[in-house]
Antibody, heavy 118, light 105 residues
């Protein structure tokens, strides 16, 4: 069955970087794009960007362009999301999600809590 | 594209029928999905393309609408349906609504 398993919770200081992983199984990793979505406490879901490991394409929302990097390791069926220059307002649960050809998300990782605090 | 959901919170009793609304700031055609999120869990896809139920979703969930106005209807509310519901457009990049919380009356 399709599974997306994310790395564990992180606590970071302002200005630091964080890298969250998302290991896929149960399907062809290179056949689907993986997106990253975050949810700050009490806030709506916020789309960050995506990667298609099969064709090497990645795109970011304007808010994360320049501060976020999405990458993948096809040999490990794993995608990564790295966010730099962390601020307290980056405290959120970060999700990876598989996108269907239609553009919606049919499978989600369990979420990774990133806490940014001095 | 800004997605606006209403109401923010809905208090209903089990067994009732409820309708949740989602409005887009510009047309998203039928490129609209609905998700359910229970506390401490990831969102779960319910409806895509505005009205198509995702695999394994019970028939009591139905979606309708196109353009800028969309609704999610849940008939015969069950205890497991009390959660937060989000709409998402994927016509132009991706944005989500702020959510509607369904709580037990």
């Amino acid at each position: 069955q399709v599974q997306l398993v994310q790395s564990g919770a992180e606590v970071k200081k302002p200005g630091a970087s964080v890298k969250v992983s998302c290991k896929a199984s149960g399907y062809s990793f290179i056949s689907y794009s993986l997106h990253w979505v975050r949810q700050a406490p009490g806030q709506r879901l916020e789309w960050m960007g995506w990667i298609n490991a099969g064709i090497g394409t990645r795109k970011y929302s304007q808010r994360f362009q320049g501060r976020g990097t999405i990458s993948s390791d096809t040999s490990a069926n794993t995608a990564y999301m790295e966010l730099n220059s962390l601020r307290p307002e980056d405290t959120a649960v970060y999700y990876c999600a598989r996108v269907t050809s239609a553009g919606n998300f049919d499978y989600w990782g369990q979420g990774t809590l990133v806490t940014v605090s001095s | 594209i800004v997605m606006t959901q209403s109401p923010a919170t809905l208090s209903v009793s089990p067994g009732e029928r409820v309708t949740l609304s989602c409005r887009a700031s510009q047309s998203v055609s039928s490129n609209l999905a609905w998700y359910q999120q229970r506390p401490g869990q990831a969102p779960r896809l319910l409806i895509y393309d505005a009205s198509t139920r995702a695999t394994g979703i019970p028939a009591r969930f139905s979606g309708s609408g196109s353009g800028t106005e969309f609704t999610l209807t849940i008939s015969g509310l069950q205890s497991e349906d009390f959660a937060v519901y989000y709409c998402q457009q994927y016509n132009n990049w991706i944005t989500f609504g702020q959510g509607t919380r369904l709580e037990i009356k």
